[in-house]
């Protein structure tokens, strides 16, 4: 081939992957802007991707192969599949959770009922709580929660109801110390299923009779010494989020 034919080919080439480029770059471009494109919040377990890939692998055998064989294996693991992801579903319908995460510098509490998910940010800062989404999505994704609803005030729903520092759980009634909570008189006429103390607050646990006291993440080490003193001096059993990562209460996991 001349030198001038080389030339021609070459522009060729060039003008071709020119175009192909382009049309890589388009079609990338209108998936992107296609509805639900960009898909999250889908969790599976780890046998449950071990089977979606055995269903792929059969697929591929039955088409390579023009066994039926494989085919019908591909269709038992997609029963199998399904019939793990209705029990899952129904696992979550009947869940009742009371998550206290660890999240730096905010508090994030959730309680989930069936697919509902009502939420206590114990702070008002609002990149704080843009932020701790980080750390608390994820594990909402995995209980598969449909709607959450921010409580901010006094609110009164089927298995959920807050008034003040107040807070009742289905059966477990939880009280809410922070640094603005002024400890009643007739506290002691009060049995705590959980006592979740924020912030930089000073306790004074005289005549509490609580089951636990959880530690929140907003709480400074100094402060949690101190708490954990009062604990030790009335034998009451805690957790310090800090310390020990998120505190979950379940009654269906």
């Keep these: 081939m001349t030198a001038t034919g080389f030339a021609f080919a070459e522009n060729i080439v060039s003008f071709l992957l020119n175009k192909l480029l382009y049309s890589l770059n388009y079609s990338v471009n209108w998936v992107e802007s296609l509805s639900y494109s960009n898909t999250v919040g889908i969790t599976i377990s780890a046998f449950e991707t071990v ?3 055995f269903i792929i692998i059969a697929v591929l055998l039955s088409i390579s192969s023009r066994k039926s064989k494989f085919l019908r294996f591909a269709l ?39 697919f509902n998910n009502y939420t206590l940010y114990l702070s008002d ?27 901010t005030s006094d609110v009164k729903r089927s298995n959920f109801y807050r008034s003040k520092n107040f807070v009742q759980f289905f059966n ?25 103390v924020s912030a930089k607050t000073k306790i004074n646990l005289e005549n509490i009779n609580v089951k636990q006291l959880i530690i929140e993440s907003s709480v400074p080490y100094y402060n949690f010494l101190e708490i954990k003193k009062e604990c030790l001096k009335w034998d009451i059993p805690f957790y310090n989020v800090n310390e020990s990562g998120a505190f979950i209460y379940s009654s269906c996991q």
Excluded: C, H
Excluded at 81 to 90: D, N, S, V, Y
């Design 51 to 53: 089977v979606l890939y």
């Design 76 to 114: 038992f693991l997609l029963i199998l599949f399904t019939a793990f992801q209705l029990q899952e579903k129904k696992t979550m319908q009947d869940q009742r959770i009371m998550v206290v995460y660890d999240t730096p510098s905010t508090s994030v509490i959730d309680f989930m009922d069936g």
């Design 125 to 151: 800062t609002t990149t704080k709580l843009a932020s701790s989404d980080f750390y608390t999505q994820n594990f909402r994704w995995e209980r598969r929660l449909k709607k959450q609803e921010v409580i």
């Design 172 to 196: 477990k009634k939880i009280l809410l110390w922070d640094d603005g909570f002024v400890k009643p008189e007739n506290i002691s006429a009060t049995s705590w299923d959980y006592i979740i």
